[in-house]
């Protein structure tokens, strides 16, 4: 029971700081009015849900393998979005290479499944706004997926005009988002779990060439990725073995993994923040 209390602790913090992120982003000034604060329920629930969703994924599929993990611990955060998201750490090793890909694939594909389903509700509740010279405000980059979304959504956006996004969205746009990040094919990252599994010892260099070209991309496009490679490289670009090396994965692993970088392709958005 006791080792299930961070976790919980965690979870609950997290609530009430992704409430008042959801709070803030519509304009709530809970300093005034701090009883509005559960007005931010639609980001908090919309976003926890996504995370939850992400680190159950690996835990249940953990559990199937017979691995052991703990549950998800949730990142409270005084940011626009309430949290730094969550982790589940592994207690034992990954034996195989199907477990490997299960593991390291059904967290993002629930999360992406979940994040899907809050742009499309969310994008349904958003509107088209005029851009208003001299406005202090900040865009949202697109990905492949998200840009179809808002087209089948709202249609085309003029010139001059953005998508206002509802917080639902939003929590959707973070969740493809981070779904990305993880899916990166790079050290220990859940993208990087897949590659091991399905490339072996290519891994080696499919991480570093990856780590690279996130680190281009914050010279040219967005100087946070900057921060994620020099993270990257402190967490470790390398996997470490495991114990049963199949000599052939099911085809059904194999597509598990081809979905998996399909996916990466769709939701990865090179500059994610325009200021």
Known sequence: ?????????????????????????????????????????????????????HEMGHYFASKAHRTKATLPYFIPAPSIIGTFGAFIKMKSSILTRRALIDIGATGPLVGFVLSLVACIVGLKMSKIVTLTAGEDFFMLGDSILFSLLVKLTLGSVPQGHDVLLHSVAFAGWIG?????????????????????????????????????????????????????????????????????????????????????????ILTFTPAPFKF
């Open 1 to 53: 029971m006791k080792r299930n209390l961070i976790p919980l602790i965690l979870f609950i913090a997290t609530v009430f700081t992704t409430l008042f992120a959801g709070a803030v982003q519509q304009g709530i000034n809970l300093f005034k009015e701090p009883l509005r604060l559960w007005e931010g329920y639609p980001f908090s629930l919309s976003i926890m849900t996504i995370l939850l969703g």
């Open 176 to 264: 493809l988002f981070v779904t990305s990040m993880n899916l990166l094919p790079v050290g220990q990252l859940d993208g990087g779990h897949i590659a091991y599994a399905l490339f072996g010892r290519w891994h080696f260099y499919i991480s570093r060439i990856m780590l690279f070209i996130v680190a281009v991309l914050g010279i040219f496009y967005w100087y946070g990725w900057l921060v994620w490679a020099m993270l990257l490289l402190f967490l470790g670009l390398d996997h470490p073995p495991i114990l049963v090396w199949e000599t052939e994965l099911p085809l059904t692993r194999r597509i598990t993994g081809a979905l998996s970088f399909v996916i990466f």
